[in-house]
């Protein structure tokens, strides 16, 4: 079963704008990661967020993550045209024998100008 | 430059047809992964490896298996192809623990 949940799932915005996506989980969990995914590729890493951190930041990406509540959210500040994506959050768990990535149903940005 | 390398970017193959895709990683790491992507579902975990001949199921294994034989190649092998099969399919590979995943350019496979 899915993992995360991603919210909204498509958003729209002007370029200079703020971009936020949540992310909701269902178990426990060793960390949360973010992804970002061009039209038709791969995925690639942009933060990751231990289960014992509140809040992380890496340029214009601020990610809150709250356990209690079992949800995460991205922040995209200034959005820029390039930042138009899809964007996933997966969450990372030890399965006893591996360390298992569940990803979640993701979150299309689109940043006009 | 770390790289994880799928063999085909795009497939067409025929319902019944034995179907191998290939993923291969430079970075000596013990986790590979097969995921499915589709419109709205999201990526869907397949099958993990997390050492040669080492697997385990994902959330969706039905219809799929796969080969880890050496450390750097991880197979998903769909034994008879099914339209409903048709997708685009993403390897990744991963350090054990908390550590970012590398994907794949992904193989967008047609079942025809």
């Known amino acids: 079963s899915q993992q995360g949940e991603e919210d909204p799932q498509a958003l729209s915005i002007q370029e200079g704008e703020n971009a936020t996506m949540n992310c909701s989980y269902k178990?426990?969990?060793?960390?949360l990661q973010w992804y970002r995914q061009n039209s038709g590729r791969g995925l690639v890493h942009l933060i990751l967020?231990?289960?014992?951190?509140r809040e992380k930041h890496s340029g214009r990406l601020r990610v809150t993550l709250d356990t209690s509540k079992k949800s995460s959210s991205l922040l995209i500040t200034a959005s820029r045209a390039a930042d138009t994506a899809s964007y996933f959050c997966?969450?990372?768990?030890?399965?006893?024998?591996?360390?298992?990535?569940?990803f979640g149903t993701g979150t299309r940005l689109q940043v006009t100008l | 430059d770390v790289k994880v390398t799928q063999s085909s970017r795009y497939l067409v193959k025929r319902t019944g047809e034995k179907v191998f895709l290939e993923c291969v990683q430079d970075?000596?790491?013990?986790?590979m992964f097969w995921y499915r992507q589709d419109p709205g579902l999201g990526l869907r975990l397949i099958y993990f490896?997390?050492?040669?001949?080492?697997?385990e199921k994902g959330d969706i294994p039905e219809g799929y298996s796969v080969s880890r034989e050496k450390k750097e190649r991880f197979s998903l092998i769909l034994e008879s192809a099914s339209t409903n099969q048709t997708s685009m399919y993403l390897c990744?590979?991963?350090?054990?623990?908390?550590?970012?995943?590398?994907f794949g350019q992904g193989t967008r496979l047609t079942v025809v």
């Open positions: 490896s997390y050492d040669v001949k080492m697997k």
């Open positions: 997966a969450t990372g768990a030890n399965t006893g024998t591996a360390s298992k990535l569940t």
């Open positions: 178990t426990s969990i060793n960390n």
């Open positions: 967020i231990r289960s014992n951190e």
């Open positions: 990744a590979s991963k350090s054990p623990g908390g550590t970012e995943a590398f």
């Open positions: 970075m000596d790491h013990e986790n």
